[in-house]
């Protein structure tokens, strides 16, 4: 059974503060990694993604990956009150058309 | 706009009647993907389309459940003699032909079973 796995939260940390999100997958053939943001209420957003080969930095986000102990992370710097949501990781073998298989999510709430 | 499209939003129904969701991928894209979400739970896959061909539906329950994406027009997932544990937001998220697998979410139907 292949499983991602998400601390629940609620996270919290103040205005301007690095916020540090945390995932871990089961699947050793794992090749993509994905993190979605959604909101109360609404779909899920994609928001960062990565591949096997590397990390990735947008903006103010960062995507992390340590293959060897199968662990994604996502910071978000200089956290605003509109990042406030639950991030969800998914990953999947990499291939055009298969399934994302998604974490429960981590609930971050950011404070002014 | 060019974003995936779901219609309705939001879908009552009692037990027992039927329920049919509709998916419109983004422009460009030709896989059609279908998730849900129950409550307090994370996003679950159901079934994976393209054009005239259901390809995984592996996470499909295997009765009632069934799914379509006809030559032309919407994708269509059709609930059959709905139950309360049908409750849920239903996703659904289209990705390009080709070696990338990023996935694009709609706004979601919303199934409430009365």
């Known amino acids: 059974q292949k499983e991602v796995e998400q601390n629940s939260g609620p996270l919290s940390v103040p205005e301007g503060a690095i916020a540090s999100l945390n995932c871990t997958y089961s699947?050793?053939?794992?090749?993509?990694f994905f993190w979605y943001r959604q909101y109360s209420g609404k779909s899920p957003e994609l928001i960062m993604f990565?591949?096997?080969?590397g990390d990735k930095e947008d903006g103010r986000f960062t995507a992390q990956l340590n293959k060897a102990s199968q662990y994604v992370s996502l910071l978000i710097r200089d956290s605003q009150p509109s990042d406030s949501a639950t991030y969800l990781c998914?990953?999947?073998?990499?291939?055009?058309?298969?399934?994302?298989?998604f974490g429960k999510g981590t609930t971050l709430s950011v404070s002014s | 706009n060019a974003g995936v499209m779901q219609n309705p939003r939001h879908l009552v129904r009692r037990r027992g009647q039927e329920a049919r969701l509709r998916c419109s991928p983004m422009?460009?894209?030709?896989?059609v993907y279908w998730y849900r979400q129950l409550p307090e739970e994370g996003l679950k896959f159901m079934v994976y389309?393209?054009?005239?061909?259901?390809?995984?539906e592996s996470g499909m329950p295997k009765e009632r459940f069934s799914a379509e994406f006809p030559k032309e027009g919407p994708s269509i997932l059709r609930i059959q003699q709905v139950v309360r544990g049908d409750s849920a937001a239903y996703f659904c998220?289209?990705?390009?032909?080709?070696?990338?697998?990023?996935?694009?979410f709609g706004p979601g139907t919303r199934l409430t079973v009365l």
């Open positions: 998220a289209s990705s390009r032909q080709g070696a990338s697998n990023e996935q694009f």
């Open positions: 699947d050793r053939g794992s090749q993509s």
């Open positions: 990565i591949y096997s080969n």
């Open positions: 998914a990953v999947n073998d990499g291939q055009a058309g298969t399934a994302l298989i």
């Open positions: 422009k460009g894209h030709s896989h």
């Open positions: 389309l393209q054009k005239e061909n259901i390809i995984d």
